[in-house]
């Protein structure tokens, strides 16, 4: 085992090394057949392809590589080296994977990468492998730094194979990302919007595109969008919109408020009818008064229809008089009310048609 450590070790770079640590690690206290054999299988990552040392470009796009995400089991040695290979790839790939600062031990998701990390590169690369007795499922997602995007996604499956399989296969996803990145830079964005309710007219930096839900295509960059529809408020959004990218805006419209009731006096909604009743009043009110005042005053008088013959007193006086003395005052006195009442409502019409006009 020393030898084909040594021999790993002489011919091979950076994996080599991984390789041989992580076999004499696990074989020194493992001398069995079994966990000689369990101890052999860092090493073949010792004859994979040497990670190449050659610098990235300038322009290589700065790449931050998280852990790797297991489902299943997978030894500890086997994660390490895959990660190697996803670099070595990355690398390939041309990119310039840059170590997270501050390190994030542990990480496996972009949300609990460091703000400060995140700010040193343009892209997170996370890995994710499924792993069910010898068959491998890999998974990578390029994500977008600054907005948490995913901008382009590598995956294959690997039945019964080893670790040098694996690794080949995570290396080899690896450096595809760099040739769908550089297809997606290529490829206008596109922006999908919809609203609740739909059918909102859509102006994109003021250019009337369409009604919700609604797809369509721009140039990168920023952009203004306004959403318009009848009975409900005006939305309006801004967005960052990158070559490549599929983007989602979702918006929810407030309808418009009732109209608030204007406080103040309260106005009769009835206007002709207030002025028909006080009219009447006044007119009921004047024809009772007058009946009652012309009853009251012939009370007491003879009743000249019966004032004949045998109607006569002895003295020649009239026997019938007319008793109508109760009856006119109560006449007099409905009137009387009638003719206040119509006159209180139809002061109260007229002042309240002044303060409306002077509102």
């Given amino acids: 085992m020393g030898f084909v450590i040594a021999v790993a070790a002489r011919r091979r770079g950076p994996l080599a090394g991984l390789g041989m640590a992580a076999a004499a690690r696990y074989a020194a206290p493992h001398r069995t057949p079994m966990g000689l054999l369990a ?26 590589v998280l852990e790797l995400a297991v489902a299943g089991t997978l030894p500890p ?43 040193a590169v343009r892209y997170i690369v996370t890995a994710r492998i499924e792993v069910v007795d010898r068959n491998y499922a890999v998974q990578l997602a ?47 964005p596109v922006l999908q919007v919809s609203t609740r309710p739909e059918g909102a007219q859509l102006r994109l930096d003021g250019e009337l595109r369409g009604a919700t839900p609604l797809e369509l ?34 918006v929810e419209l407030a309808a418009l408020p009732a109209t608030a009731a204007i406080p103040g006096p309260a106005v009769d909604p009835r206007p002709r ?40 007193d002895r003295f020649g006086e009239c026997r019938w008089l007319h008793d109508t003395r109760t009856a006119g005052i109560t006449l007099v006195a409905t009137g009387a009310a009638a003719l206040v009442s119509g006159a209180i409502v139809l002061a109260v019409r007229h002042r309240l048609r002044r303060s409306s006009r002077g509102r």
């Fill in 142 to 188: 390029l994500v977008d730094a600054r907005t948490g995007s995913s901008v382009a996604t590598a995956s294959d499956a690997c039945e019964v194979c080893g670790l040098a399989d694996v690794s080949a296969q995570v290396s080899a996803l690896g450096a595809s990302l760099r040739d769908k990145l550089d297809a997606l830079v290529t490829a206008p």
């Fill in 77 to 119: 040695q086997w994660a390490q080296a895959l990660g190697v290979a996803l670099r070595d790839g990355l690398a390939r790939g041309r990119f310039d994977v840059v170590d997270p600062d501050p390190p994030a031990p542990g990480c496996a998701e972009l949300a609990c990468l460091d703000p400060a990390a995140r700010a």
């Fill in 217 to 250: 295509t721009a140039t990168p960059g920023r952009h203004r969008l306004e959403l318009r529809r009848s009975g409900y408020v005006a939305a309006f959004r801004e967005v960052e919109l990158v070559a490549g990218v599929h983007e989602r805006i979702d």
């Fill in 39 to 64: 101890a052999s299988l860092p090493l073949l990552l010792a004859w994979s392809p040497a990670v190449d040392a050659t610098p990235p470009p300038a322009d290589a796009p700065g790449v931050a």
């Fill in 273 to 312: 009818r207030r002025t028909i009743v006080g009219v009447s009043l006044l007119a009921g009110g004047a024809a009772a008064a007058a009946v009652g005042a012309a009853l009251w005053a012939i009370d007491s008088r003879p009743i000249r229809s019966r004032c004949s013959g045998a109607d006569r």
